[in-house]
C-alpha cells in the first residue's frame, strides 16, 4: 500500500498553520506563525487584522511545511484545509490557497470541521476507543461532544454565551493580565493561598450547556469593589476563585455525560486544555471513576494544521472529498 501524504492548512482565527501528514497519524511537519503580538495591542484579535496577516504569510508557512517534510508537492495526496467554523475572512485565505494548491496539482481537496480537528488531535497520540465524549474547550469553543463511532458527532451541550477561553481572557483583562490571559489566570490561581469564593453555574439539573458570563460578572464586580474601597485587587485570589468554579463544572459535566452515554474515553482539546487545574482535576477524577482520559501534547492543542490533517485522513480513507467550488464556511456545524 502506497503511503499517504495529507498537506493541511489551518487559518480560522489567529494562527497561521501548515502541517504535512503521512498515513493519518506521523506528523512530518508542523509550522505554527502565531498572530498573537499583533493582536495583543487590541486586547483580542481583530478579523480584518487577522485575515491580512494569513494573507502574508500562507505561502512561506505552505513551502516551510512541505521543506521540512522532506517531500515534493507531487507526492501529496491530499490538500486539506479548515472549511469552518471561524472568522469568515481568516478561512478564506487557507480555503483559497488550499483549492489553488488542488487545482494546480490535481489532487482532491477535503474541507474539514474546525472543531473535529482538535477532537483527532487525539489520535495524534493514540488510537480512539469508542463510544467516547470530547470535551472541547477553547477561546471560540465549549462543547461536550458524543461521538458513538468515528466521524459521528452529537454535541450534547454547549456555552449559552461566552466560550470558556472567551471568558479566561476577560477575566485576565479585569486583573491586569494582557491577551491571550488564560495562561496567567491559571499559573495566578495554582499560586494562590487565598481564595475568593465564587458561584458555580449549573442551569438546569439536566443540562450539559455551559454559561461564563455570570461568573465573568462576578469577577468584575468583585474587581470594581475593591477598587472602589481603594484596596487592591487581590488578583490570585480572584484567578483561584474563577478556575476553581470553571473546572469544578467542566469536570462534573463531562463525567456525568460520560455515565449517561456510556462512553469508554474522554478526549480532553482545544486551547484550554493546557490549563492545569483542568488537566489536574480531571486526570484525578477519571482515575477515581476508572475512565480512560485522552489529552493531545500540548502543541497540538492550541491551534494548529496537525489536527487537521489527522481529522482528513479520516474522510480521505473513505474518498469523502470536497467539490472545488467548497466555500469558507463561518458557522458550519460539526
Ligand atoms: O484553541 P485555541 O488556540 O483557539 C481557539 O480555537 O479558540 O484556544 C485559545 C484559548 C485562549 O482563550 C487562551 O486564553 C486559552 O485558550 N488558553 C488557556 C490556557 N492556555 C490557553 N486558558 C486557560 N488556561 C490555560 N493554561
Ligand atoms: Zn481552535
Redesign the pocket.
Known amino acids: 500500500k502506497q503511503p499517504s501524504y495529507i498537506l493541511a492548512l489551518e487559518t ?2 489567529d494562527e497561521t498553520s501548515a502541517a504535512v501528514i503521512k498515513n493519518g497519524r506521523e506528523v512530518l511537519s508542523s509550522v505554527i506563525s502565531s498572530q498573537i503580538e499583533t493582536h495583543k495591542a487590541f486586547g483580542g484579535v481583530v478579523p480584518e487584522v487577522a485575515s491580512r496577516k494569513h494573507v502574508e504569510k500562507i505561502t512561506l508557512i505552505l513551502e516551510q511545511a512541505i521543506q521540512e517534510a522532506g517531500i515534493s508537492l507531487n507526492d501529496l495526496s491530499a490538500i486539506a484545509v479548515t472549511e469552518g467554523p471561524g472568522l469568515v475572512g481568516a478561512l478564506l485565505v487557507g480555503v483559497v490557497a488550499a483549492k489553488t494548491l488542488a487545482m494546480a496539482l490535481d489532487k482532491p481537496l477535503i474541507g474539514t470541521h ?1 472543531i473535529a480537528g ?1 477532537i483527532y488531535a487525539n489520535r495524534l497520540v493514540q488510537e480512539i476507543e469508542y463510544p467516547a465524549m470530547a470535551l472541547v474547550v ?4 465549549t462543547e461536550l461532544v458524543y461521538m458513538k463511532a468515528e466521524g459521528q458527532f452529537q454535541v450534547i451541550g454547549r456555552t449559552r454565551d461566552d466560550a470558556v477561553g472567551e471568558a479566561y481572557d476577560k477575566v485576565a483583562r479585569a486583573i491586569g493580565f494582557p491577551y491571550p490571559g488564560g495562561p496567567h489566570v491559571d499559573r495566578l490561581a495554582i499560586e494562590a493561598d487565598e481564595v475568593v469564593e465564587l458561584p458555580r453555574s449549573w442551569l438546569e439539573p439536566d443540562s450539559y450547556d455551559f454559561s461564563f458570563s455570570g461568573l465573568k460578572s462576578a469577577v468584575l464586580n468583585v474587581v470594581n469593589q475593591s477598587k472602589m474601597r481603594g484596596e487592591t485587587v487581590n488578583a490570585a485570589a480572584i484567578a483561584r476563585g474563577f478556575q476553581e468554579s470553571v473546572v469544578e463544572v467542566l469536570v462534573e459535566k463531562a463525567i456525568r455525560a460520560m455515565k449517561e452515554y456510556g462512553a469508554r474515553q474522554l478526549l480532553l482539546c ?2 484550554v486544555a493546557a490549563n492545569k487545574g483542568l488537566r489536574t482535576a480531571l486526570t484525578a477524577r477519571c482515575e477515581q471513576e476508572n475512565v480512560s482520559l485522552l489529552i493531545p501534547p500540548l502543541t497540538y492543542c492550541t ?1 494548529n494544521a496537525a489536527m487537521i490533517g489527522a481529522a482528513a485522513y479520516l474522510k480521505w480513507e473513505r474518498g469523502q472529498f470536497t467539490p472545488l467550488d467548497m466555500k469558507a464556511e463561518p458557522s458550519m456545524s460539526l
Open positions: 480560522s482565527c474546525h482538535h477553547s477561546g471560540g469553543h482545544g486551547g491551534d
